[in-house]
């Protein structure tokens, strides 16, 4: 059991209003928490650890009144918080200060989720924090700003949203998107015991919606390396840029922009993904060898290639650039679907199995954790590839 005591601390200068803080005691482990909270010594009951409001100035004594409800709801709120610790187990006082300091396990989602985020940005979870904030802020207008404690949301209140969304126009898949997001911090707070687990996500979709594909052929491939792109030279490095990923099994815009000098060792490129944390290793062949050493004197700080400028290290304003000069570039090649920082890896993935590489081989290639991911990016593969075979078929 923890203890929770309120403290006044004097001030060291004459006149000068103290402090209250909350003293925690757990498992031999103290812990101080500073409030808000400021007096006169003389308003501080020490025997009995409450503020004294009897005042002959009303002023004050309105003050006094709301610094002794204000420290009410603190340790109420304190009290919730080693509940709802209790319930998963062990703890320390640390998590405990942490978890209210944060006001993330206080029983409510945003709060929650906004937590969430903090730990993926301080794992360097960039885009997955990023894709969190947008599903929070979606959740949010859709509860007119209106928080929700956890154990309240259920199976009706998430249809309910998807219903909101649909009505939004929304895409199938950005609607899975952010249901996935959502569900992955419920279970993180069912895990962390702030609620047990209804289920709620059990009737709103949260599958991958198959839509058009992603990848282009090898002509386009082709067109686009010969392409002349002498009179649009902002557009060369974009190029580049798709041929390195297109070259190095679909690496991801994030892991190219971080890949250093250091990550060159006897020929190959070894790395790890930024999003899976899964080490790839990549011979050099000459095409890429071509595209580092061109760009080896303008490439800052020990990096391969000049993504990051020294003014602009945010990969995501960089990725914003890079996909808006491939579509420059796409009109340029006239091509019905604009080029992005994705296609390169669809491209890849689905010439490969095109050329009759093995679904395994293209996965581990692509550094997928399993095949079920390989073939979500191969599932929608060109229309006319399943036309030809019905035709051969057809004419047995």
């Not at 289920?199 to 390396?225: C, H």
Request: hydrophobic fraction near 35%; include cysteine.
């Amino acid at each position: 059991m923890t203890s929770v005591k309120i403290k006044f601390r004097k001030s060291t200068i004459k006149n000068k209003e103290g402090v209250l803080y909350i003293q925690l005691i757990h498992s031999r482990e103290t812990k101080l928490i500073t409030t808000r909270f400021r007096l006169h010594s003389f308003e501080w009951d020490n025997r009995s650890s409450t503020v004294i409001t009897n005042t002959i100035d009303s002023e004050r004594m309105s003050y006094l009144q709301n610094i002794k409800d204000g420290l009410e709801s603190e340790v109420r709120q304190i009290y919730d918080l080693i509940s709802i610790l209790e319930k998963r187990g062990d703890y320390t006082t640390k998590e405990l200060v942490e978890y209210y300091a944060n006001n993330s396990f206080n029983g409510y989602f945003f709060p929650f989720i906004k937590y969430q985020i903090k730990e993926l940005k301080s794992e360097n979870r960039t885009k997955t924090a990023s894709i969190y904030e947008t599903a929070r802020r979606s959740f949010s207008r859709f509860r007119y700003g209106e928080d929700i404690r956890i154990d309240k949301i259920d199976s009706s209140l998430m249809q309910r949203y998807e219903t909101y969304l649909k009505n939004n126009g929304v895409s199938q898949n950005s609607i899975s998107c952010y249901m996935r997001a959502l569900r992955v911090t419920y279970n993180q707070a069912v895990q962390k015991g702030l609620t047990i687990s209804k289920n709620p996500f059990k009737d709103v979709y949260t599958g991958i919606y198959k839509t058009s594909k992603r990848a282009v052929n090898e002509d386009i491939i082709t067109k686009l390396i010969k392409l002349d792109l002498s009179e649009y030279s902002h557009l060369l490095l974009a190029r580049d840029l798709f041929t390195f990923s297109f070259y190095t099994r679909g690496m991801s815009f994030v892991d190219m922009a971080n890949l250093k000098q250091s990550n060159l060792k006897n020929g190959y490129l070894v790395y790890c993904r930024s999003k899976t944390k899964q080490a790839l290793s990549i011979k050099v062949e000459k095409c890429i060898e071509e595209i580092i050493d061109r760009y080896k004197e303008i490439a800052i700080d020990d990096y391969i290639l000049p993504i990051y400028t020294s003014q602009n290290r945010d990969y995501n304003s960089h990725l914003r650039t890079y996909n808006k000069r491939l579509k420059r570039i796409s009109e340029l090649l006239n091509l019905e679907k604009p080029l992005s920082s994705y296609v390169s890896r669809h491209s890849w993935a689905t010439i490969a199995l095109r050329k009759g590489i093995s679904v395994q081989v293209i996965s581990e290639g692509m550094g997928h954790e399993n095949e079920k991911t390989t073939r979500i990016y191969l599932a929608s593969l060109d229309q006319s590839v399943i036309d030809d075979a019905n035709s051969q078929i057809i004419a047995l």
